[in-house]
């Protein structure tokens, strides 16, 4: 069984992926559109405050899921889930720096074994170094079971 | 129903609900502007889909989080959503309807913050998404 607390003392607050990312205007407007957006703000590229979907936010991937070092649990990694924290508004055709580290390893058990979730902290920032949102992706992994 | 400021919410109030397009052309252009391509057919085509062991194409979970962001935003013109958490309990499939709540649980009038349970449940009426959100909404 792995330690979890030991995988938090080496792997939690260490920032292990720098990804530069640039949200393209009509992928920005077709994410707001085909989840049925009305605002302005985010379905109008001419509007003062164009800016992305929290939605648009949480696509944003590092460039690793895990740091290199990071043992394998065994299971297939399942997406569990997603949260973005809305600090500034993102403009579409900027510059953006995505900075990665594990932010939480925790463990829940049921009937059939143990699930470990990871939860991978992106802080979102614009050219100028400004943290614009910060983007939580839930990994889930069923633990292989002891032979 | 809308809400101007935070004054117009009240405790346990359902946000109105709109029916999300999950048809599969919504699904494929939503999962191509994210970057995600088809996923081999898993957000394009259900026979595909299938061959992976999927129950059809799915709804990507973000794109249900659009969904219930964009249901905030139409209940509340001039309010911000600052935190939205979503948790993925179950593939939601494409081109079969789903239905879409929220519900007020907390409110802080002095600092204009609304706190909101998200769902996002099938035809079937099983949770497949849930979550919270905070949201910032005019005081005066």
Redesign the interface.
């Known amino acids: 069984m792995v330690d979890i607390e030991d995988l938090k003392s080496r792997f939690l607050n260490l920032e292990f992926d720098r990804s530069d990312f640039e949200i393209g205007v009509e992928n920005a407007l077709t994410v707001a559109l085909r989840t049925g957006e009305t605002r302005p703000e985010f379905t109008d590229p001419e509007h003062a405050d164009f800016q992305a979907t929290p939605a648009m936010l949480a696509s944003l991937a590092s460039g690793r899921h895990l740091p290199i070092d990071f043992p394998n649990l065994g299971g297939i990694p399942m997406d569990g889930g997603k949260a973005v924290d809305c600090l500034r508004p993102v403009r579409p055709g900027t510059r953006l720096n995505g900075r990665t580290h594990l932010h939480d390893i925790y463990a829940k058990s049921g009937r059939s074994g143990r699930m470990i979730f990871i939860v991978s902290r992106m802080e979102i920032y614009a050219g100028s170094g400004e943290h614009l949102a910060t983007s939580d992706s839930r990994m889930v992994i069923r633990e292989k079971p002891e032979t | 129903m809308t809400v101007a400021n935070i004054g117009d919410v009240e405790f346990g109030a359902e946000l109105a609900a ?1 029916e ?2 999950t048809s599969l052309s ?1 699904v494929t ?2 999962a ?5 391509g088809d996923g081999g057919g898993r957000f394009s085509d259900h026979d595909r889909a299938r061959t992976q062991g999927l129950p059809g194409a799915l709804v990507p ?3 249900a ?3 219930l ?2 249901m905030i ?2 209940w509340a ?1 001039a309010g ?9 309990r179950a593939p939601l499939l494409a081109d079969q309807p789903c239905h879409i709540s929220a519900v007020v649980t907390d409110i802080d009038e002095d600092q204009g913050l609304v706190e909101l349970d998200l769902s996002v449940k099938n035809e079937a009426r099983e949770t497949r ?1 849930f ?1 919270t959100a905070r949201v910032k909404l005019p005081t005066g």
Do not use: N
Request: charged share 20%; net charge neutral; hydrophobic share 50%.
């Open positions: 709109f999300p397009d919504a252009a939503f191509a502007a994210v970057g995600w979970g973000i794109m989080m659009g969904f962001t964009t935003h139409r013109p911000r959503v600052e935190r939205v958490d979503t948790v993925f998404i979550g």
